[in-house]
Structure formats: C-alpha cells, structure tokens
C-alpha cells in the first residue's frame, strides 16, 4: 500500500501566496517523478507541475512563472504557489510514479486538497 498525504490547500485573495506539500509513504522501491494535478468544477483533471527524480521540471503554462515545484526529499513534494488567481481555484491532487516494493512500476494519487482563491 502507498499513500500520498497532501497538505497546505485552503483559501486566499487573489494575488496571494499559498503552499501544498505531499509526503509519499508505503511499500515504494523508488520514486521517479511526483507532481501535481487540479481539477476545477465541471472540467477535467489537468497537469499543474511535475518533477523527475533528477530533478526536471516541466509545469503548465497557465502557471509558469507563478508557480515552483520542488522536492524535500525522495518523497516529499511542494508546490509554492503565487500570484494566485480565481481561475486557481481547483482541488489540487498529489500524484507519485514509482517503482514498487514488487519491483513493478506503479502510480497512487492522493485525496485531495481544496484551494480556493477569490476575486
């Protein structure tokens, strides 16, 4: 079993800053990328940012520029968002890609977090 806690959504202004982080723990070999994803009301689950276990980042131009992805550690993620606009306003889950205790390659996605930013 894997799991992926998330933490850090919550509410803000526009133009304000706010921090996600998703710690990954369980039955995990190794991580090869962790990233995050949103999905507002009524549309599809879109890519936010992601990072290699090199260290390689790639993010959606809708928030180049505003927001940085890093990692803690092998298993932990952040997602330092600024600038932040209504149109932010999603929940925002955590994805990991990895190698399982098996040894197969696997991907678990956390519950979710609420970040909502007003106008």
């Known amino acids: 079993q894997v799991q992926l806690v998330e933490s850090g959504g919550g509410w803000v202004q526009a133009g304000g800053s706010l921090r996600l982080s998703c710690a990954a723990s369980?039955?995990?070999?190794?991580?090869?990328?962790m990233g995050w994803y949103r999905q507002a009301p009524g549309k599809q689950r879109e890519l936010v940012a992601t990072i290699t276990s090199g260290g390689r980042t790639n993010y959606a131009d809708s928030v180049k520029g505003r927001f940085t992805i890093s990692r803690d550690s092998a298993k932990v993620v952040n997602l330092q968002m600024n600038s932040l606009k209504p149109e932010d306003t999603a929940v925002y889950y955590c994805?990991?890609?990895?190698?399982?205790?098996?040894?197969?390659?696997?991907?678990?996605w956390g519950q979710g977090t609420q970040v909502t930013v007003s106008s």
């Open positions: 369980g039955s995990i070999f190794r991580v090869n990328a």
């Open positions: 994805n990991a890609d990895f190698v399982n205790g098996a040894l197969r390659p696997d991907s678990s």
